[in-house]
T-cell receptor, first 115, second 111 residues
């Protein structure tokens, strides 16, 4: 299958700092990428749709000023968690769809712990 | 009705058993569905796509029942390595470019 690479795989940061997570499609161009968050024993919750060259589309209840998304190229989307708080600790996963397909491939995920 | 609904389990089965999961969906216009497998603390990985009548890959068979709006996943000859959470995925109602994930069904295969 297609390869989506996410970095870092885990990060521990202090409360109040910002963390940037990168998501790259390695062998295809992705005009759209998706960012999810998953709390323990819960399902994946879509946070936002990242659109190359334009603003991200956020799901209801997700603060766009807190979760900054940039999709500057066809192979890279970044999610920055600004002023992180302990309640932001979660598993963040990106995905990208292969062009002309609804099949989505996921990055390895980033486990964020805010202390 | 939830867009995608699954029995969370857990399903505890002995090695070699056959186990089946169902997943109901609400959007009757959906054309394609997916089963993903997610191991603990890992990302979901595509297991099977389900279009029209169904799909089979080795020990795994996925079927679609449009009349009753559900898809199923059948695993034959279960292996210990099949232990995971199985996620049912359907296109989002209203925005087909997005996907909606079920909460997942936990499978535990034991000796």
């Amino acid at each position: 299958g297609a390869v989506v690479s996410q970095h870092p795989s885990w990060v521990i940061c202090k409360s109040g700092t910002s963390v940037k997570i990168e998501c790259r499609s390695l062998d295809f161009q992705a005009t759209t990428m998706f960012w999810y968050r998953q709390f323990p024993k819960q399902s994946l919750m879509l946070m936002a749709t990242s659109n190359e060259g334009s603003k991200a589309t956020y799901e209801q209840g997700v603060e766009k000023d807190k979760f900054l998304i940039n999709h500057a190229s066809l192979t890279l989307s970044t999610l920055t968690v600004t002023s992180a708080h302990p309640e932001d600790s979660s598993f963040y996963i990106c995905s990208a769809r292969v062009p002309d397909s609804q099949v989505a491939f996921f990055g390895q995920g980033t486990r964020l712990t805010v202390v | 009705r939830k867009e995608v609904e699954q029995d969370p389990g857990p399903f505890n089965v002995p090695e070699g058993a056959t186990v089946a999961f169902n997943c109901t969906y609400s959007n009757s216009a959906s054309q394609s569905f997916f089963w993903y497998r997610q191991d603990c603390r890992k990302e979901p990985k595509l297991l099977m796509s389900v279009y029209s009548s169904g799909n089979e890959d080795g020990r795994f068979t996925a079927q679609l029942n449009r009349a009753s709006q559900y898809i199923s996943l059948l695993i034959r000859d279960s292996k210990l390595s099949d232990s995971a959470t199985y996620l049912c995925v359907a296109p989002h109602t209203g925005t087909a470019s997005k996907l909606t994930f079920g909460t997942g069904t936990r499978l535990q295969v034991t000796l």
